[in-house]
């Protein structure tokens, strides 16, 4: 009986054993070059991504070298503070521009207080200068327990009330939150001072919220009155200003905030004694 299969001849045995030795080749030859492929676009989003990196640590050192020297804002004085005159109003100054280098590299007499920190005369109101930073929570329960009292003060004409922002916490933010909130507080100062104290009050009064971007600062400055303070903090206008007057507190000793003065002296517990304290040197007056 003839089989239906023949079997192969030697000649397409050793064709069909070229084919697939052929075959053999080319997948691996595939594999290789797939192989090839992967590794070298591997590489290549390796270095994008190294470089992307690279480009991100020298934009934030770009933004990290802040000018020594820099414009001060309207109503800003030569210590680095911004004075309330009342709830509406901030003092008038005329310093223009402020510049590190003319700071000395020590106090004079370090038991003195602070420049511009001094008994008001008699027949004028009660002077409270204030070192705090936006990111304190100890500023936070100081605005929080004081707030009130404050704006009934100032109101009534009793006191003055100097903020001098500071930046001592920017080492524990990735966003220098304490920098730019003390610079936005100096974009309202010079275009929008009747807006001062409600965005003082609202920024300190949104620290359980966390930190705020430069966009939602500016919403807040719009939604408490002020003008569009974009540009302002985009250009990092007032950032040399905040670096001055962080440096003046460090240079006379400030080691904390808040730190708080009231007629020349300091309240030994800013959150727990500044009512009582003021109100004493408030009556003293009369």
């Known amino acids: 009986m003839t089989s239906s299969n023949p079997r192969p001849s030697k000649a397409q045995r050793k064709s069909e054993s070229r084919e697939q030795a052929r075959r053999v080749v080319e997948e691996r030859e595939r594999r290789e070059k797939r192989a ?9 989003t390796a270095v994008v991504a190294i470089l992307v990196i690279i480009g991100l640590i020298v934009a934030g050192n770009i933004r990290n070298q802040v000018p020594d020297a820099g414009p001060a804002p309207a109503h800003g004085n030569e210590y680095g503070g911004i004075t309330l ?20 590299d020590e106090a004079p007499n370090a038991a003195d207080p602070p420049p511009g920190v001094e008994a008001s005369a008699a ?75 409600d965005f003082s009050a609202a920024l300190f009064g949104n620290f359980e919220n966390g930190e705020l971007s430069d966009r939602e600062l500016a919403e807040m400055a719009a939604t408490a009155g002020a003008g569009d303070i974009s540009a302002c903090l985009e250009e990092d206008t007032f950032r040399p200003w905040v670096k001055f007057g962080t440096q003046a507190a ?27 304290v003021t109100q004493e040197k408030i009556e003293a007056k009369n």
Do not use: M
């Open 36 to 44: 090839s492929f992967l590794i070298k676009w591997g590489v290549v």
């Open 85 to 104: 005159t009342s709830t509406t109003e901030l003092a008038t100054t005329s310093i223009e521009t402020v510049d590190v280098a003319s700071l000395p």
């Open 123 to 197: 027949d004028q109101p009660v002077q409270v200068v204030a070192y705090v930073d936006v990111n304190c929570v100890h500023c936070a329960n100081f605005e929080q327990t004081h707030a009130e009292q404050i704006q009934t003060w100032l109101d009534e004409g009793s006191i003055t009330f100097e903020y001098r922002n500071v930046a001592y916490l920017d080492p524990n933010s990735q966003t220098e939150y304490s920098s730019r909130g003390a610079a936005a507080l100096a974009c309202v100062a010079d275009t929008s001072p009747r807006a001062y104290w």
């Open 250 to 276: 460090e240079t006379y000793g400030i080691s904390g905030t808040p730190t708080v003065f009231v007629d020349g002296e300091e309240v030994p517990d800013a959150v727990s004694d500044f009512a009582t």
